[in-house]
């Protein structure tokens, strides 16, 4: 238990010291093009690495046969889940696809003429 519970200070922290990084001025400022392709690495590694530790525990390879309809439910309702909702906080906070709210779209909008 000693570990999970520093495991989890650790991910709070980390999380913690990358919004207050995030939230400065100069790194608002900026733009950062490379820190979508850092984060899609970044999952993709984690996915493989799930993997792999399930890949590696016998228990749960030999149960696949009876956990994997249930798993199969669950991934789906917790997608579907997951689209409603942000579906929902979309519509609640009127934001577009991209997730700017009308006056930014204006803004983008204004700044766009104003460079031709």
């Known amino acids: 238990?000693?570990?999970?519970?520093?495991?989890?200070?650790?991910?709070?922290?980390?999380?913690?010291m990358g919004v207050l990084?995030?939230?400065?001025?100069?790194?608002?400022?900026?733009?950062?093009?490379?820190?979508?392709?850092?984060?899609?690495?970044?999952l993709i590694a984690l996915i493989a690495v799930l993997g792999v530790e399930i890949g590696a525990d016998d228990k749960v390879i030999s149960s696949l046969g009876e956990i994997?309809?249930?798993?199969?439910?669950?991934?789906?309702?917790?997608?579907?889940?997951?689209?409603l909702c942000v579906s929902l906080v979309r519509?609640?906070?009127?934001?577009?696809?991209?997730?700017r709210t009308a006056a930014q779209k204006r803004t983008d909008c204004e700044q766009e003429e104003g460079k031709l």
């Open 21 to 42: 990084v995030g939230s400065s001025k100069s790194v608002r400022s900026r733009e950062l093009p490379w820190l979508g392709r850092v984060q899609f690495v970044a």
């Open 1 to 16: 238990m000693q570990y999970m519970d520093f495991s989890l200070l650790l991910y709070i922290g980390m999380l913690a």
């Open 68 to 83: 994997g309809l249930s798993a199969l439910i669950i991934t789906v309702f917790a997608l579907a889940g997951s689209i």
């Open 91 to 99: 519509r609640l906070l009127k934001l577009d696809r991209e997730g």
